[in-house]
């Protein structure tokens, strides 16, 4: 029995659909041991499976389900560990079951093998029982951006490949920060480049955004201060400065290397979570494993600029510079 999933992150009314079988079984079926067992989504081709951690609807309708779903629906990733959120760390289907709550509907997040973890925005809920069989839909290639796996889309040094005035290359040397945003707004990642709610995702661009100008304003007010402190800015000779000239130079060169030391570990964070979803491999800039390190630290506006162009197919669809995605608005979402 197949029954039609409830679409969330993406209306799906006017796309094509097609559809992979997808199979929940108990993995503790059978089983003479206590231990709580995660289930189990098995794909109908045959595929590795899908190990997930489930909770239980006792009351379904839509206002518990709005209200619950950041509680209730928990991501999926695929042969890797799951990782729980802080309020379901101790929860296990067994243990709803010995609490009483029996109730055999369940809200699942399930993802098909070719959504790749930068494709968990889009997600498909269900409502079935232990055994029944769901339909998974795919968005077809017209409605997606393919980005390419096992490999870079170009070099980190074709930041001019797209033109001296695409806004990707003037985003990546002028606002490294703003392109950041706009590549985790891609990805939905945080503002830190790592993954997390949809509610903290979505800020992502935001976010960024705000530290970009607090910084730039707060250092002109710094330098501000500094000028009418400084005594020599009018005199001819030199005149030993107050201590609070001094004071304030340093805290100016602190928030210079803070926001230095932010901007290489939001880009490390990026560089590093796309070549683990698309398979790219390192290309041998630095030894020890922490080329993301080195090439945001050395070269941040080349590696922004690299993952504007990875994320998005700029020959297809225009870039608008100022937007959360850096792209025009009826541009698709990525694989």
């Known amino acids: 029995m197949s029954l039609r999933p409830q679409a969330f992150g993406a209306d799906t009314s006017n796309s094509s ?20 067992q995660p289930l189990k989504v098995r794909t109908g081709n045959g595929r590795d499976p899908f190990f997930l951690l489930v909770d239980t609807l006792p009351k379904m309708n839509s206002k518990t389900l709005l209200r619950d779903f950041q509680r209730f629906l928990l991501f999926l990733f695929p042969l890797r560990e799951l990782k729980v959120g802080p309020a379901m760390r101790n929860t296990t289907f067994a243990n709803l079951l010995s609490e009483g709550r029996t109730s055999t509907t369940h809200v699942i997040r399930i993802m098909s093998r070719a959504h790749t973890p930068a494709r968990l925005n889009l997600c498909f809920l269900f409502f079935f029982h232990t055994g029944q069989a769901a339909r998974v839909p795919s968005l077809s290639s017209s409605e997606r951006v393919n980005v390419p796996v096992g490999h870079w889309r170009d ?32 990805l939905h990642l945080t503002y830190r ?11 992502a661009f935001r976010k960024l955004v705000s530290i970009v100008l607090s910084f730039w304003v707060t250092r002109l007010i710094m330098l ?34 803070i ?46 600029g690299q993952l504007l162009r990875h994320t998005a197919d700029y020959e297809s669809y225009g870039a608008r510079g100022c937007s959360a995605t850096g792209l025009v608005g009826h541009a698709p979402s990525i694989v």
């Open 155 to 186: 070099s980190i040094w074709d930041i001019f490949r797209l033109g001296y005035c695409h806004s990707s290359m003037w985003t990546s040397c002028c606002c490294t920060l703003v392109g950041a945003g706009q590549v985790a707004t891609r």
């Open 224 to 257: 501000m201060i500094i000028t009418v402190l400084d005594p020599n800015v009018d005199s001819l000779e030199w005149v030993e400065p107050p201590t609070s000239y001094y004071v304030f130079c340093a805290i100016d060169d602190l928030l210079a290397y």
């Open 17 to 36: 659909m097609s559809n992979g079988n997808h199979v929940l079984t108990d993995a503790s079926e059978g089983s003479a041991s206590d231990e709580a």
């Open 259 to 304: 926001y230095l030391g932010f901007t290489v570990l939001v880009l490390r964070n990026l560089r590093s979570h796309v070549r683990s979803a698309y398979a790219i491999p390192e290309e041998g800039y630095c030894v020890g494993g922490c080329e993301d390190t080195c090439c945001s630290l050395t070269c941040p506006c080349l590696v922004i």
């Open 193 to 203: 480049g790592e993954p997390g709610r949809p509610s903290v995702t979505s800020l």
